[in-house]
């Protein structure tokens, strides 16, 4: 077995709300590298952590981490809609050797998943059915959120079970760093976003338009420095997440507390928990070295915006 991590941001702006050219040059060129390392890495599967933004999961129940045997990407902010190429044998397997190493993990048959899952496949893999993929939720949203040292022992259990079928396989987190853009929250909704964030009902599609085009303005007036509400991109925190990731030193996540990484880098910094997972995956086959870094704080995105290789020691 052959392994490998990239932790990639995702932001629902990009595209749409861009940042001067000579920055979006330089995240460029990070991202065709990390897309020129995947090609010559060439997985024969693909373990995505990515989040949710209240497209697939819900209050009604809310799992702090689920796997799919099967999925299907609802489309938001343009992003490709239908199923994923899931390997549902890879998925049952993976499935079942977390559960058997002591994590209570969920499983859907049917998981409905969002931009979070699909940018990094479009971005990486051109679509959502070019490689073989376990999608795993990982909450990074609603409240309340567990400890991050969970999620740790999330990703251990999945790398240790990813050992088993003998495959080249790529550890993909999606999300974060710094972010909080403006994602409803449960806790003083009106009766009507109260209920939808609650039961899920979906959006007609004027309803997902004026949502999206609500993103879409908050961008435009944190670029332009207008916003008061957010908490602002913090690239010291960035950093210091992304060294704690390089330094191989996860055991120190497990002091992390849920309080410190909203107040320090907003409440959507939580998609972090993505990275944590991927990078637990890594870990778990023995030490690893970051072998790309790359990170621009990109307010038109509401977001530190990091890409990051990481492979075994040796290897």
Known sequence: MSTAVVGLSHSPLIGKNDPAPEVLARIDAAVENARVFVRDFDPELVVLYAPDHYNGF?????????????????GDFGSQSGPLSVDTDAAKALAQGVLSRGI?????SRMIVDHGFVQPLEVLFGGIDSVPVVPIFVNGVATPL????????????????????????LFLGSGGLSHDPPVPVLDGAPPRVADALIEGHPPTPEQRAKGEERVLQAGRDYA?????????????????VLDTFENGALARIDDW?????????????????T???????LAAAGPY????????PVPEWIAGFSVTIATPKGK
């Open 104 to 108: 209570d993990l969920t499983v859907s």
């Open 289 to 296: 070295e970051m072998t790309s870094r790359f990170y621009e």
């Open 224 to 240: 332009a420095g207008v916003a008061t509400t957010m908490i602002p991109i913090n690239p010291g925190w960035d950093n210091l």
């Open 146 to 169: 567990g400890p991050p040292s969970r999620i740790r022992a999330l990703g251990t259990a999945v790398g240790e079970a990813a050992a088993l079928l003998h495959k080249r396989v």
């Open 58 to 74: 819900f209050y009604k129940e809310m799992p702090p981490f689920c796997l799919a045997t099967e999925a299907h990407s609802v």
């Open 257 to 273: 507390t849920v309080e410190w990484m909203g107040a320090e880098g907003g409440g959507s910094s939580h998609e972090v928990r």
């Open 275 to 281: 990275w944590i997972a991927a990078y637990a995956s």
